[in-house]
């Protein structure tokens, strides 16, 4: 499948890269980074179901892999790599979706949180802590989340996210 990119994540792992603090010799010249992609599918291969061109489309790309990175106008990848973009989602924010919303993920399954248990979110009020607030809050039943920090509009939107926030020390409820 290919989509045309409209947008694509910078993360610590291309960062890392062009910062040489990540090795990219495995990758085959042209080493082109960039995991996380959203844009319109503008091909469907023939043994492809369930996709049409004009769908919105966000996906995780290996720059490792034969395929190459995010950081290109137009993405081939497996159809396994592609996910629909959630209704009315803006296409830069889906960008940004499929790597941090995997890692909240994997954080939120191995904390294993129980309705009505307290998680700490240390840097809630960034990206990938806004996934785990909104993921924990949203799937745990109601668990509070609390975020240390400094500025207020943090503290806003946190609260916005479903979380509580603490200031300094975490406290405990």
């Known amino acids: 499948m290919r989509i045309r990119v409209q947008a694509f994540a910078v993360n610590s792992t291309d960062t890392g890269v062009r910062a040489g603090q990540r090795d990219s010799s495995q990758a085959s010249p042209p080493y082109v980074p960039g995991m ?12 492809v179901s369930g ?16 395929h190459g990175g995010a950081y290109v106008e137009e993405l081939v990848a497996p159809v396994g790599s592609f996910t629909r ?3 009315k989602t803006w296409i830069p924010l889906a960008s940004t ?6 890692t909240a993920l994997q954080i939120l399954s191995r904390a294993g949180l129980a309705p009505g248990q307290t998680l700490a979110v240390t840097g809630a009020a960034g990206l990938l802590g806004n996934y785990v607030v909104q993921l924990a809050v949203a799937g745990s039943g109601g668990a509070a ?15 916005r996210w479903g979380g509580s926030w603490c200031r300094g020390e975490a406290t405990t409820t």
């Open 145 to 159: 989340c609390l975020a240390a920090g400094r500025r207020m509009s943090g503290s806003r939107r946190v609260a």
């Open 51 to 66: 996709w049409e061109v004009g769908d919105e489309v966000m996906a995780i790309a290996l720059p490792l892999s034969a």
């Open 36 to 47: 996380d992609a959203a844009g319109v599918i503008d091909e469907v291969g023939p043994d």
């Open 85 to 87: 973009i959630p209704w």
């Open 97 to 102: 979706m499929p790597m941090n919303g995997l």
